[in-house]
């Protein structure tokens, strides 16, 4: 298929590899390099949520997202399913995934924000019964233990005891006969216990040779004295396998009752995983989220190609030359023209990996903003494609690839991207160029966008036939006759191998010569233009670096203005509180002066009423003086931006002009440069420092997470959480336990007072506590609270 020839030739494989680095399991590392591309837009755009999710998380956690414990048990799930018994190792594989699983929703379900990652786990089970059983019959070397039966430990019993009899026979046959031992050790051979015997005195030990070294220097003879303990011993040993597999057959069967469930947990974590990869990957290449357009124009700045990034920094390749991107919504023929080693073919490849990239949910590595079309389908047909067997020239499998890539473009009308390199080259140039114009006015009608490069001049000209069409160039330094690897827009290449040739020290004649073949008319003053246009491009680009120093410098000094500002307000504000204690003195001098008043006063009624009076005024004047200062005190410096005012906002360190304010929900759209953005008005301040005024907003408490309830638990004992069994035996103890549990679920802790004893009870009830699903952890109490006797069980 055309499609798979085209992620060849963009080395997408290759970009998988790289991106399976990032993985943290083997789950995500196959899926990393199988990486499928989504079949529509609504699913790249779940897979961009995804990732940008967990970037966003990681950024958050310091530590803690991680995927330990989660193994790729899919072909133990398989065999389970089928009726076989899984091995010690395969369940303790399934537990801990199990573990693993819950831990990563237990952070997602924690953060409202992972509404998509939410969405994910929803449906997920991990079934802590099972995982508990599992680790109550499995211990972290995967090996069955005692507990797991009471059989099986009664026969593990006699099997140690067999060997110690076995052990202390062949002591005493060594001590007794050191002169006929080759060495002092008991070893194996088989499952049979032998000692090594010298071959002269083999009669002197009797029994059954089971193994004659390679030198015949030493013989290991299973004395007869011990072959029936050996026996016994046999015989224990393919019991204790029975009641093993017994034990491991039932495991089995209760993964395999669950198994749809748990593969949905194994999918689960693979996206997790594989999201998880893509975001640190985007992280590594300082890559940005794309959007997805429709009817916009393309803006890709700084656009860098993935696999010679990884080249420069892995295998100390040369420095990535990063290009712009800037294609009009209304075109949809881009020819690209220059010098060859200009970096044609390296753009094309930049721009169909960024375009497969955004598809499959990863950020692509270029500035803010990243917007692109979404490209159902991406065809490509760059390089030679030459075949001895099938007598094909270069031309001729070129032709090949175009006509499948137009079969393809049939069954995906409209919403393609096509790269094509040396578009009707390898053929006389006259038919070529008729043929690659002809091409493109096709695809102009029934492709999205199609990106072609050309040493065709014919091909120059169509831009200003036809709007659908523009024209790039890789620049050309004529000074050091060296590529810039730099994308030009609006500007078609010129040829430059006339000029290459003469700077290289050619035959001034055969010059001259090739210059009177190629007419000095019309070619010459095309390229007299082209020169120029890259002139003033070149002039252009210097002023707006000079302009965007300047915005700096300007930048700068509303950074010292409004600094200036805020020392201005501080000083008027100490002033006012100047003025506040002089009037208030002011005050309280008057009110002395009125009480000497008062008491020269006080002698006639008349004139005690005349004094009462003018206190009272006196009064009135003070509350009015103390209005205004406290007024003025807890007044505000309102401010209000206007639509076409210049604001800042402080964590950009930007200016930028107001182009609307959307009054309800205190969004205001500003731009800056040719940027614009939405922002909160709490965001923004005027350029001497006020601060708008912003609607209070309700604080709503978030509900405490089930983390966040069991931190909060109190220690409190009452009757309702406090369980005396003591005296019982443990079968029915276990019922009071359940039952407490369920009454003590509110409360979050249980105490249980077992007593010390022979410890038999604890025991007991610790075992059953270990698999009991509404048991977080437990614990013996303090000793003030009843130590060894009573147990502290914390609830989920």
């Not at 010569?513 to 000095?520: F, K």
Request: glycine share 6%.
């Amino acid at each position: 298929m055309i499609t798979t020839e085209t992620l060849n030739l963009l080395e997408w494989q290759r970009l998988c590899q790289h991106l399976s680095t990032f993985a943290a399991t083997k789950l995500g590392v196959v899926a990393a390099r199988q990486l499928k591309l989504p079949t529509t837009q609504a699913e790249s755009e779940n897979l961009l949520a995804q990732t940008k999710e967990i970037y966003n998380l990681e950024q958050q956690l310091d530590s803690g997202w991680n995927f330990k414990g989660i193994k790729d048990v899919g072909a133990a799930l398989e065999r389970a399913g089928i009726g076989g018994i899984l091995s010690a190792q395969e369940l303790l594989d399934i537990a801990t995934t199990l573990a693993g699983m819950r831990y990563l929703r237990r952070l997602i379900d924690a953060n409202e924000e992972l509404v998509t990652l939410a969405e994910l786990v929803a449906d997920v089970r991990t079934y802590p019964e099972i995982e508990q059983e599992i680790y109550h019959c499995i211990d972290d070397r995967a090996e069955i233990t005692d507990r797991a039966n009471p059989k099986l430990a009664g026969i593990r019993s006699e099997i140690k005891n067999l060997r110690s009899r076995i052990y202390t026979v062949l002591q005493g046959i060594i001590q007794r006969n050191p002169t006929a031992i080759q060495e002092a050790v008991i070893t194996q051979r088989g499952d049979r216990f032998v000692l090594s015997v010298k071959p002269g005195q083999k009669e002197t030990i009797k029994g059954i040779v089971h193994d004659v070294s390679s030198t015949g220097s030493t013989y290991y003879i299973e004395p007869n004295v011990i072959i029936h303990l050996g026996n016994q011993l046999r015989q224990k040993e393919r019991q204790e396998q029975r009641e093993e597999e017994i034990i491991l057959k039932g495991l089995s069967d209760k993964v395999a009752g669950v198994q749809e469930d748990l593969e949905r947990v194994l999918i689960a974590a693979t996206i997790l995983d594989l999201a998880t990869a893509r975001a640190r990957y985007g992280l590594w290449l300082e890559a940005n989220p794309p959007r997805f357009i429709n009817e916009e124009d393309t803006i890709l700045r700084r656009l860098r190609h993935p696999l010679l990034v990884w080249q420069q920094r892995h295998e100390e390749g040369t420095e990535v030359v990063p290009i712009d991107v800037l294609v009009k919504s209304e075109t949809k023929v881009v020819a690209i023209t220059g010098p060859n080693t200009g970096g044609k073919t390296v753009t094309l490849k930049t721009m169909g990996l960024a375009a497969l990239m955004a598809k499959a949910g990863m950020f692509v590595p270029a500035q803010i903003p990243v917007e692109l079309p979404w490209f159902e389908v991406i065809l490509a047909d760059i390089g030679d494609e030459q075949s001895l067997q099938q007598s094909l020239s270069t031309f001729s499998g070129h032709i090949r690839r175009i006509s499948r890539i137009i079969q393809a473009l049939r069954d995906h009308e409209g919403n393609s991207l096509i790269l094509l390199d040396e578009v009707g080259a390898g053929t006389d140039p006259a038919e070529g160029s008729a043929l690659a114009i002809a091409l493109l006015k096709y695809l102009a009608e029934h492709g999205l966008l199609t990106i072609a490069t050309t040493h065709y001049g014919e091909l120059k000209a169509l831009k200003y036939q036809d709007a659908r069409f523009e024209n790039a160039s890789v620049e050309f330094d004529d000074s050091s006759l060296q590529p810039t690897y730099k994308l030009l827009w609006g500007i078609p290449g010129r040829s430059n191998a006339l000029t290459i040739a003469q700077r290289l020290g050619l035959d001034p004649n055969i010059i001259e010569e090739a210059h009177s073949l190629v007419g000095t008319g019309s070619a010459e003053d095309v390229n007299q233009v082209i020169a120029a246009l890259e002139a003033q491009k070149r002039e252009q680009e210097e002023k707006a670096n000079q302009a965007g120093k300047l915005l700096e410098q300007t930048e700068r000094f509303y950074a010292e203005v409004s600094a200036k500002a805020s020392l201005l307000q501080e000083r008027e504000q100490s002033l006012k509180a100047y003025q506040e204690q002089a009037v208030q003195d002011a005050i309280a001098q008057a009110k002395k002066e009125v009480a000497n008043v008062i008491r020269r006063l006080q002698q006639g009624e008349q004139t005690m009423q005349k004094t009462q009076q003018a206190t009272e005024a006196l009064d009135l004047i003070t509350s009015k003086e103390l209005a205004k200062t406290q007024a003025a005190k807890t007044a505000k410096l309102s401010y209000k931006p206007k639509v076409g005012e210049k604001i800042r906002i402080p964590r950009l360190n930007q200016t930028a002009d107001v182009l609307s304010i959307d009054e309800e929900t205190e969004q205001l759209t500003v731009r800056f440069g040719i940027m614009k953005m939405n922002v909160g008005i709490g965001e923004i301040e005027s350029l001497s420092g006020q601060k708008a005024d912003t609607k209070p907003k309700e604080t709503k408490k978030k509900p405490l997470s089930q983390e966040q309830r069991k931190k909060t638990v109190v220690l409190v004992r009452t009757s309702n959480n406090t369980l005396d069994i003591r005296g019982q035996r443990v079968d029915n103890a276990e019922l009071e336990i359940n039952n407490a549990i369920a009454k003590a679920i509110e409360a979050g802790v249980l105490w249980i007072i077992h007593g010390k004893g022979t410890g038999r009870l604890r025991q007991g009830v610790h075992e059953y506590l270990q698999r009991h699903p509404q048991v977080e952890k437990f614990e013996l109490a303090s000793q003030k609270e009843g130590g060894a006797g009573v147990t502290l069980v914390y609830l989920k």
